[in-house]
């Protein structure tokens, strides 16, 4: 099927390369014109694709493999290509991001960080902008002016939690300049595993700090020291869940002096397995840093910190009451949706990422995405050796330091995974014992700043980089080097003005002054040596120090080697220890190592298929907890969608005399007008003869300030109605797991609850606007 699309591609191949560069853009204009006269987008891809392709060897000097054509074809079709590290995901975007933006109708290619938006924003979109589209990048420090522009961009580059923001706040915007998105119509998410599933189970939330005193959370930690593991309260490892025993309870009440713990007007419960979680399962330096006397989270996927985040629920205040900095205010939900629904408000979105195939099941079922592996352009050499295995983290540590130290002394580079900044850490001292040199990369502010440079040389010869989870990925590691990376870093270093991009790709064109070419001539045959020596050594070395809860994430770890044909290989050093094996069986492996007397490291086949069943059902419990929050917050989300539509309304209405009136009617509860008919007729005709003259008063006031007022009071009820019926929601959700116990279902108990939370919303919505109103003054 692919085959066949991309011969018609190439049909078009000999009328393109004799287009200039003017009759590029005046290839777009017709393909537009014919779109606007009824052909299909599936009928002009060829075409459009034909000129992408020549458009990247014009402005790039870059020729698209088929198999990159192939992945495009997969973005167009709302489909996820899978396509491993270093075949080209950026520029594949391209193509689809052009043939979908020719409606018109824009199309966003989220990202997972401001680099990577900046970077194929500049470098890709200059293909996008030779072929006469638009381009624009939104980043954090982005403008409420320049986002509502970039927004209007015909291709936008994003990152999927500025996406989110932006969305969330233009439905609490109070007129519509400042709302600055339109309508969703295409979206090529980067990295799709990382944002759909890894931080599927994070909603992104706007707060605002609520008044709640913090003395609860610092009396609850001080009770939580003292509590004891298996005596007081249970834990569940792998949900990160606490269970509060009967013993638990009585002495928590006998303690706080309260008759009941779980009262909704004293919920010491909820704060009391806070403490509890803070206790046992965020630990700093692992989840957390102390930075600037406060807690500052670090992503569990990629290792970065991420400033401004807050885990919610009052679980960070009790982080903040365990590490004894001050604990900020607990904040209060404005608004919050999860990225599952997020994404699933685009008509049509797709995906690209290395490894995809082991969620094949939950993008297809949560998604409707089916996944394409897209063949390399060449044959994968990398060698995957079998995990050793030591019963101790202490000796598989120092294994992993020796195995550095050996290939440090040959020149071999190595690229070290750890899980958190406290393990590379303690790998880097023992790295620092053996005099070994290595770069040091992970969430400390005074690292994660170098992390593109640090990564982007990660293949220098006798190079050992450690490096949390996926740091730098979106960066491709080079053999020998990137030399692209040590020019920019030597123009740096010599003060050199101006954009450095713009320095680069003058050079590559040849047009630069002679002393930057002849710089660019003596490190590309410096690194074009150190590629081939490197090359001889065997490649990159990636060195796993854990296997991962995901074995797509082992994957994508494996997959910074071996990239477009290269050499390589990669291996994991685990012990009975780490935390899959502790949780998953790692006693029983550690019994039989003693029984029958096995030396370490052990390297079987046995139990690598050990590991990868653990690993499996560990995948299958985070895709049923994702499932599970899937189908509760569709819950919510269609209520959200109710609220937001009539927000869109009441923004986008001319005259609001109809709301007013419509608002008013209903205010009279339902059995008194059933009985009293007359009153019924009184009461209605007294409240729109009030309304009247309200109206007549604002209008001599100024004209059309009623008007204003009443937008303005019902989008504030509004949003403040909304707020309380978040966390009424939220409060709801965590205690209805408890009616399973009495034999009853808790989703369809939480789906009729959430209704009548919602009816009793609307009728405070509807209550607060009418006193709001008549009680405003000119």
């Not at 990048?137 to 209007?152: D, P």
């Amino acid at each position: 099927m692919y085959s066949n699309i991309i011969q018609e591609i190439k049909t078009y191949r000999a009328q393109h390369a004799k287009l200039s560069d003017e009759e590029f853009k005046q290839q777009t204009v017709q393909l537009k014109q014919k779109l606007r006269q009824g052909t299909s987008l599936e009928q002009i891809l060829p075409e459009a694709y034909s000129l992408v392709w020549y458009a990247t060897v014009r402005v790039l000097q870059l020729y698209a493999f088929d198999v990159q054509l192939m992945g495009a074809i997969v973005l167009h079709k709302g489909q996820i290509a899978e396509m491993k590290t270093g075949e080209g995901k950026s520029l594949v975007a391209a193509f689809a991001a052009y043939v979908n933006a020719l409606s018109g109708k824009g199309v966003h290619i989220v990202t997972v960080n401001d680099y990577l938006a900046k970077r194929d924003e500049q470098w890709i979109g200059e293909v996008l902008r030779f072929l006469g589209l638009t381009t624009a990048v939104i980043c954090t420090s982005s403008s409420n002016e320049e986002r509502k522009q970039a927004y209007a961009a015909d291709v936008t580059y994003i990152t999927n939690s500025e996406l989110g923001f932006d969305y969330l706040r233009d439905h609490m915007a109070l007129n519509l300049n400042e709302m600055v998105q339109r309508a969703f119509h295409y979206c090529i998410i980067d990295e799709v595993d990382s944002i759909l599933i890894d931080e599927a189970r994070t909603p992104l939330i706007i707060s605002a700090p609520s008044k709640a005193s913090n003395t609860p959370y610092q009396v609850a930690w001080q009770l939580a020291k003292f509590m004891q593991p298996n005596v007081h309260y249970e834990l569940e490892e792998k949900g990160k869940q606490v269970i509060l025993t009967e013993d638990g309870v009585k002495a928590c009440e006998q303690a706080l002096e309260v008759t009941d713990i779980y009262s909704i007007q004293t919920p010491w419960a909820h704060l009391l397995m806070n403490a509890i979680k803070a206790k046992h399962f965020y630990l700093k330096d692992v989840h957390y840093l102390i930075k600037d006397e406060q807690v500052v989270i670090v992503d569990e996927f990629t290792g970065r910190i991420l400033p401004g985040r807050r885990w919610a629920d009052g679980l960070h205040q009790a982080v903040e009451a365990k590490e004894g900095v001050s604990i900020q205010e607990e904040s209060t939900t404005l608004a919050s949706i999860t990225y599952q629904n997020l994404f699933l408000l685009y008509p049509k979105i797709s995906g690209m990422t290395g490894t995809a195939k082991t969620e094949e099941e939950e993008f297809q079922n949560i998604y409707g995405l089916k996944v394409i592996s897209i063949p390399t352009h060449r044959a994968m050499i990398r060698k995957d050796y079998a995990d050793l295995v030591f019963r101790t983290a202490q000796s598989k540590w120092i294994a992993v330091a020796q195995e550095c130290k050996q290939m440090w002394q040959i020149g071999r580079p190595v690229l070290v995974g750890t899980t958190s900044i406290e393990k590379s850490e303690l790998l880097a001292s023992l790295l620092d014992a053996e005099g070994v040199k290595y770069q040091l990369l992970n969430a400390r502010p005074s690292l994660a700043s170098e992390e593109a440079s640090i990564i982007a040389q990660a293949g220098r010869k006798a190079s050992v980089t450690i490096a949390t989870n996926m740091a730098g990925r979106g960066t491709d590691i080079i053999l020998g080097g990137n030399l692209k990376q040590a020019f920019l870093d030597w123009l740096k270093d010599q003060n050199e003005d101006g954009d450095l991009e713009v320095k680069w790709r003058q050079v590559m064109a040849q047009k630069a002054p002679e002393h930057l070419q002849q710089k660019y001539r003596a490190l590309k045959q410096e690194y074009e040596e150190q590629h081939q020596q490197v090359v001889q050594l065997g490649g990159l070395y990636v060195i796993g120090t854990e296997r991962h809860e995901s074995r797509r994430i082992d994957n994508q770890l494996r997959g910074r080697s071996g990239r477009q044909g290269d050499p390589g290989s990669s291996r994991f050093f685990i012990s009975l220890e780490d935390d899959l094996l502790r949780i998953f069986g790692g006693t029983q492996m550690s019994n039989l190592m003693n029984r029958l007397g096995i030396e370490e490291p052990l390297e079987s086949q046995f139990l690598s298929t050990s590991l990868d069943r653990a690993q499996k059902k560990v995948e299958h419990y985070y895709y049923q907890i994702r499932k599970q929050l899937f189908e509760y917050d569709q819950v919510l989300n269609s209520q959200r969608q109710a609220i937001y539509s009539e927000r869109r309304q009441i923004l986008s209405s001319h005259d609001m005399t109809d709301w007013s009136r419509n608002y008013l009617q209903h205010q009279w509860p339902a059995k008194l007008l059933g009985v009293m008919n007359t009153w019924k007729r009184m009461a209605s005709t007294q409240v729109h003869i009030s309304y009247d003259v309200k109206k007549m008063q604002m209008e001599s006031v100024q004209p059309g300030l009623m008007n204003e007022l009443e937008r303005l009071l019902l989008l504030q009820q509004m949003d403040q109605s909304w707020s309380k019926h978040l966390r009424e929601m939220s409060l709801l959700r965590e205690f209805i797991a408890w009616r399973g116990y009495a034999q009853r279902d808790p989703l369809v108990e939480y789906k009729n609850e959430a209704y009548n939370l919602f009816i009793k919303m609307i009728e405070e919505v509807r209550q607060g606007y009418c006193y709001s109103l008549f009680r405003s003054q000119a």
